[in-house]
């Protein structure tokens, strides 16, 4: 890095002539990837910035993009930046009211929309966005007869941007170059676990920052390749997409739509490669499902190579040398077994593969490392632009979330709260101050809101948010996530939410994964008519009850969980249960299904619960139904309640 | 994006006819199915033919696209007489279809199902094909780029190398679509393309038929019975009861039609409230 302080914008400049042919953004169009060098990255930016000029966008205006990843939504983000603006990522799949709120919030005069399918949100929403001006489109398909004066397709942008910078010889250039690396560059609204979202601002410096830790603690070359599929508005991808992209110039890779990302990433084969825990919770399902359903001599090898991973890797990552028959054992292993499935999940070439936003399972952690995923956790908070520590190659193990990166200092507050500086610690909450000055010390640490120390190796341990940690009420500490993410393990349990402040005992509400359950109960013949019906049953309850006993087994006796729910249904975005990323909303589930928790602990046998449901179209409505609420000691015990009674079925639903 | 902007023809007059069909009728030994039937179809029109059941809709379907031989009456294409036309031939003019009962290849993948409609659209020999070098290779990968885009159309994508059997319902009519979409066709006839969906799959249905018309100027005849999706798509609507056509209008003059009224819902009943 020769320049003192770059900005993204001048990063993207820089690329262009210092690596004009390489390959900068690749995309899956009419099935062929097709690919965008750097040149033509700048070019489509800067064109883009110039048609934003001539509608009058300037320093400090807000551009949102709305959509899945695509090379537009980039350019349209950097062209705000080069003028001086700050890019809004927003989820391509928000509801209505958090997409008015979030783009009022940040006065967004620009909006980016993908396609039809978005531009309607926003035609539908444009009474309550006073600030719009302009709303620009990627995808003409289905929009040819909408006339609205405010709507233009991403090319005649462009036109009218060429026309503007013939007659402005180098404007964008000239506010590239003059540009401040403490402006801001990005809004990116927190998924907002416990309220409204909150717009963090980040600067130039602050993104730039924490790619600069991330390339210098990994080695990230320019030929590496990323594929972005994770939504625009989480950090992660921004960190990734936008800030590691033009630091170091690698490629990054759209998939094709959502649902093809598999195929992709295995076409792709990219050398880095970053997702939440759930992605990786759900490969394992897949990868548990499949091996069910092959034939025995395939199941029998999977399963006895599957176990020699994870022993050789659990007592690799004790630092103890390994002896050579499970050398060779390893060896066999790989060519039958591990690299077809790294191969299957298109990790084949993949250098570091990250994950991080949430806890992972240890045993879905020593899983992927042990079939030779290079699988670490990091730790980070949009707050410091994504992300703040990583696990050295040869350090990674389940229970830390590694070292901190360079320029930046970690310490343990005296409440176990995580405090963390560096040059990524953002510029304040957007137009909450009071918010900001809690969440920053006034000697520039930032509060992180997790619980954690550090280990004797100067790891970080992340024990869960801070205030979550609860007490039960005999005085014994417990907390939460982790124990979540014990049940979450279990092939069957999709979600699980665990009480256990102030009360005697920990209580859990699951909601079982459909597609293993589903199987699980085709094997047994056990016919079922919906997904109601199914977490009604109570062959579902034991099987439940009996996977709660297997984890309780690894933990201390105070802090087994005792009673249990099945819901009957999944935890969904949008109900407000998860939040888009796919953390739990804690308060938000205690208090909407405060009637299922009061009957966990009062003893009885069941519960009527009153969901509330929103569909996709934002319409509501109320579902009846009735929980059978279990004993974990009894139903676990005796599993052979094979011939059991028909489970009430959940009473009929005054939904259409 | 990545649709091809040149073909897309600006809104026509509504008086240029495209499609004439004029004093058509069809027997079936002693079954009247159509009698005496006048249509005309403007260019880049939607037109929807509703009726009861048996009312002859299907076989007037049949008659324009040349599986049945109307007994009196002609049909004209773009002024050309096609009432004797054998169906390979009217494909070849640019009228495509799709079925009510959904006639894929179901051991095929749904890119083979969509390549297939090229065929009417291929020259290279058989010979050549097996050698596949020359003009059989440069027609395929033009074929298929055209393919490729009907995919990215109908939001395919990840759909490509799935055999079409394993598919959902309402996938499988899209999938239909696309390969009749594949003729290039100039007029596209559906009969009843939302038959059987769930109404997410028939706002789906609706969206892609409009967006069909708009981005091509494609002339559309589709049979349907969800009256909410006619009214709501067509330019014209023709009605049809027991083989003979009572009306033809805007949606909104149909819906006020008492004959059509009397016919359709057998009195005392008012469409406009069947289209809610």
Redesign the interface.
């Known amino acids: 890095m020769t320049e003192a302080a770059p900005t993204i914008p001048r990063l993207l400049r820089r690329n262009a002539a210092a690596m004009a042919q390489r390959p900068a953004l690749r995309e ?5 990837w097709q690919t965008y060098t750097w040149r033509r990255y700048w070019e489509e930016t800067r064109d883009f910035a110039l048609g934003l000029a001539a509608a009058g966008f300037g320093r400090g205006d807000k551009l949102s993009v709305i959509g899945e990843n695509r090379p537009r939504l980039y350019f349209a983000q950097l062209a705000a930046q080069c003028l001086g603006g700050i890019a809004v990522p927003t989820y391509q799949d928000a509801i209505a009211n958090e997409l008015v709120y979030v783009l009022n919030h940040a006065e967004t005069s620009v909006v980016v929309a993908e396609n039809q399918e978005q531009v309607d949100k926003i035609l539908s929403l444009k009474a309550q966005l006073p600030n719009l001006k302009l709303l620009v489109y ?5 929009l ?2 909408y006339e609205f004066p405010f709507l233009k397709p991403f090319e005649a942008v462009q036109a009218a941007g060429r026309e503007f910078g013939a007659n402005h010889p180098n404007y964008v250039e000239g506010i590239v170059e003059a540009a401040d690396p403490d402006d801001l560059a990005l809004f990116s609204y927190t998924s907002g676990t416990t309220s409204r979202p909150k717009g963090t601002m980040l600067s130039h410096a602050n993104l730039l920052a924490a790619a600069q830790g991330l390339a210098e603690a990994e080695d990230i070359r320019r030929d590496d390749e990323y594929l972005a599929y994770l939504p625009m508005a989480w950090i992660g991808n921004s960190l990734l997409a936008m800030a590691s992209h033009v630091y170091v110039g690698f490629t990054c890779a759209f998939p ?2 959502p ?2 990302v598999q ?1 992709d990433l295995r076409e792709l084969g990219p050398t880095v490669a970053l997702a939440p825990p759930r992605f990786w919770e759900n490969s394992l399902t897949g990868i548990m499902v499949r091996a069910s359903d092959a034939s025995p001599l395939k199941r029998k090898s999977f399963e006895a190579f599957r176990r020699l991973a994870e022993r050789a890797e659990a007592r690799r990552s004790l630092g103890q040398k390994l002896p050579i028959p499970t050398r060779l054992a390893l060896k066999l292993g790989d060519f039958l077994v591990y690299a077809p499935i790294r191969d299957q999940l298109g990790l084949t070439r993949a250098r570091w593969v990250y994950t991080g936003g949430a806890p992972l399972g240890a045993d879905t952690f020593r899983f992927f490392r042990g079939i030779g995923v290079n699988l670490k956790q990091v730790y980070g908070a949009t707050e410091l632009a994504g992300l703040c520590s990583v696990q050295p190659d040869d350090e990674a193990d389940p229970d830390t979330v590694g070292r901190l990166i360079a320029g930046s200092e970690v310490r343990i507050a005296e409440d176990g709260e995580v405090l963390v500086r560096s040059k990524a610690v953002f510029k304040g909450y957007y137009k909450q101050p009071e918010a900001t000055q809690e969440a920053v010390t006034a000697d520039g640490w930032l509060r992180t809101g997790d619980a954690g120390f550090l280990d004797r190796r100067g790891h970080l341990v992340i024990i869960d948010r801070a205030k979550d940690v609860g007490k039960l009420d005999d005085g014994s500490s417990f907390a939460p996530q982790y124990l979540e993410n014990k049940l979450k393990f279990s092939p069957y349990i999709g979600e699980a939410v665990v009480f256990g402040a102030d009360r005697p005992f920990i209580a859990a509400i699951v909601a079982i994964d459909p597609t293993t359950v589903g199987k699980w109960a085709e094997r047994r013949n056990l016919a079922y008519t919906s997904f109601q019906d199914l977490c009604a049953r109570t062959d579902v309850h034991n099987l439940i009850g009996d996977e709660i006993a297997k984890c309780n087994e690894v933990l201390p006796p105070e802090t087994r969980i005792r009673r249990f729910v099945v819901l009957n249904k999944e935890f969904d975005a949008d109900d407000d249960e998860i939040t888009r990323t796919r953390k739990i909303r804690r308060r938000f589930v205690a208090d909407k299904y405060a009637a299922v928790i009061d009957a966990l602990y009062r003893g009885d046998r069941e519960v009527e619960v009153v969901a509330a449901i929103t569909y996709e179209d934002g319409r509501k409505a109320e579902l009846r139904s009735v929980l059978a609420v279990c004993d974990v000691a009894d139903v676990a015990a005796p599993a052979k309640a094979e011939a059991a009674a028909w489970a009430r079925p959940p009473v009929p639903a005054d939904a259409d | ?3 091809d ?1 040149a073909v ?1 023809s600006a809104m026509p007059a509504r008086d240029d006819v495209q499609l004439a069909v004029t004093g058509v009728s069809k027997r079936f030994g002693g079954v009247r199915a159509v009698e005496d039937i006048t249509l005309s179809v403007g260019r880049g029109t939607i037109t929807s033919i509703i009726g009861p059941n048996g009312a002859g809709k299907t076989s007037l379907l049949n008659m324009i696209s040349g599986f049945y031989k109307p007994d009196t009456g002609s049909i004209t294409l773009d002024g050309a007489d096609i009432t004797r036309a054998r169906p390979s031939d009217v494909a070849g003019l640019g009228v495509a279809r799709t079925f009510q009962n959904i006639a894929l290849f179901s051991g095929m993948t749904v890119l083979d199902n969509i390549m297939l409609g090229r065929h009417v659209r291929m020259k290279a020999g058989v010979l050549s094909s097996i050698v596949y070098w020359g003009l059989a290779q440069r027609e395929e990968v033009a074929h ?2 055209r393919v ?2 009907l ?3 109908l ?1 395919l ?2 759909l ?1 190398k799935q055999p079409t059997s394993g598919l959902a319902y309402g996938l499988r009519k899209r999938v239909e679509l696309a390969r009749a979409l594949a003729l290039d066709p100039k007029i596209l006839l559906l009969d009843e393309p939302m038959g059987g969906m769930n109404q997410e799959e028939k706002e789906d249905m609706a ?1 892609f038929i ?2 069909v018309n ?2 091509w100027g494609t002339t559309i005849i589709l049979i349907e019975h969800d009256m909410a999706v006619v009214m709501d798509i067509s330019d014209r609507v023709a009605v049809l009861d027991r083989g003979r056509k009572i009306a033809e209008g805007s949606p909104a003059e149909v819906q006020r039609n008492p004959d059509v009224i009397r016919a359709y819902l057998g009195g005392g009943h008012d469409l406009r409230e069947a289209a809610q």
Request: aromatic letters at 6%.
């Open positions: 899956k169009d009419l099935g062929i990627d995808d003409p398909r289905g040819r007869r094709e739509k649902e093809t195929r | 994006m990545a649709v902007v897309y298929r780029a490729e885009e995919i990215d159309f939001d994508q990840d490509r969206r409009l967006d708009e981005q």
